[in-house]
């Protein structure tokens, strides 16, 4: 793809994603978003023929947002049960700041069948760093790594079905933070 | 209402919920909601005007259903934490064998502005059970009630976000309550 084009297929999707994360996939407007990205209803058909094939475009950029972060964990060097933190964090503000990541996340709820979900690039994280916590000892006795990666999926499912919703939790993550890694791992003193 | 107008009402309620949470609000056909329910178009639009009203009228009665299992949880004699527990669990299973309020938590997920939320109904509850908790002594010290009710909030959002997507966790609910109740209480065995 030549340089302009691939700007305006980016822009595309930028204003695809605002479109998408505010009205839903029914409520968008295909000449909304052509305006959005500066761009002509020409180009916008030239690139994404159909709003499906838009709505799928801007689904496949949320998971390139969330691939680093998790390479990021996986790679990372400190204790697993702080990668974890970490990446749980992170992905919580990805919703809250990232665009792209939000209209995701919002029409994968709508049309579940649309396409790959978020959740592929990030749960098999999850289970990778609790199952590097219990071969370092970082889980209390009996507590199953598969259990623990549910536990957090669920919470972190939850946070971004308020953040959707444009609610917020009003308690410092860090307080609901600790209530886990409790019942993960006994405390933070581990 | 006459009896019969009022199983017309309850019929229509009934196939809009099986219709809105297989297809959304969107995707939702008010002719395949009238022959669900055995009714004219002419009794549906008669019992409710508009789609809107139509989509209002299951939201309300998912409330409905809400409502006796939060008065029970609040009016138990049991434990404030095991009154939780159940609270809980009675939560999730109700989303994923209620119709109604299955279709009233798509609704609410798809048109956040469209209604009063079904988390008004259950959140003070869980709120107000941890506060009991705490008063007797079942709660880790340092560990807030408010801190706890967002951390259930929270994985009671992500169990339904996972319902609604058709996927369960495949892990015993039994197993992650576990971890919470380490988490806030610092064990079972209090």
Known sequence: MQERAARTHRALILAAAEEFDRLGYEGASLARISRGARASMGALTFHFATKSDLAAAVRAAGRESVAPVVRSALGGTRAPLEELAELTFTLVRL???????????????ERPRGGTSLALEWVPALRLLLERASAAGQLRPGVLPETAAVLLTLLIEGAWAEIGRGRTAGVAPGRVW???LHGVSGGADK
């Open 95 to 109: 919703l809250e700041h990232d665009v792209v990541a939000r209209a995701t996340a919002r029409l994968e709820r």
């Open 178 to 180: 600790e209530l886990v």
